[in-house]
């Protein structure tokens, strides 16, 4: 993938198939150029043997396809820039997955559009609650879809309305930031 945020929307694909009714996305960059990327989920959750075999390309649990490429991608794409990947997961309790990344290196893929992939995995998935928190040495973005629906009330969170509202929400969050976008 190209960008850190294309892989962003795929692994919390996964979450949300796996029945993750609150999906946590944190973004951490230090002064030193270190990225941390956290997606920590409510789902299904996975057995040791599944935990184990996540990062081969030629394991899946879907049906559709015979490869799953999303987390041996990100953990390769961490591993490249000299930095790590984890992931720990509990049947029935969920599934946290941490990438760290040198921003440094020049194999670090770039962060990307965060405003698009969140505002894709809103509408997406409406009933889902988000959590986003992606701060760095110049500031930071949050925002929580759950907060959103105190306000909001019976108004779903796919209205075109909601979604253009998130889009210029996070991208004035991002224009102040100094960071991705």
Known sequence: MKELSL????????????GAKNIAITLSEDHKGILTLTVADDGRGMDADEVSNVTNPFYTTR?????????????????????????????????TLTAIFDTKH?????????????????MGAPDVDFTLSHTAPGGNVSLSTRMMRDVLGDISLADVEVIQWVREYLTEQYHNFGGAK
């Open 106 to 122: 020049i194999d670090c893929l770039p962060v990307g559009d965060i405003t698009a992939t969140m505002t894709t995995l809103i």
């Open 63 to 95: 049906t559709t396809r015979e490869v799953g490429l999303g987390i041996p991608l990100i953990k390769l794409a961490a591993e490249q820039t000299g930095g790590t990947f984890d992931i720990k997961s509990a049947i029935g309790k969920g599934t």
């Open 7 to 18: 892989n962003i929307l795929d692994i919390v694909q996964n979450s949300i198939s796996a």
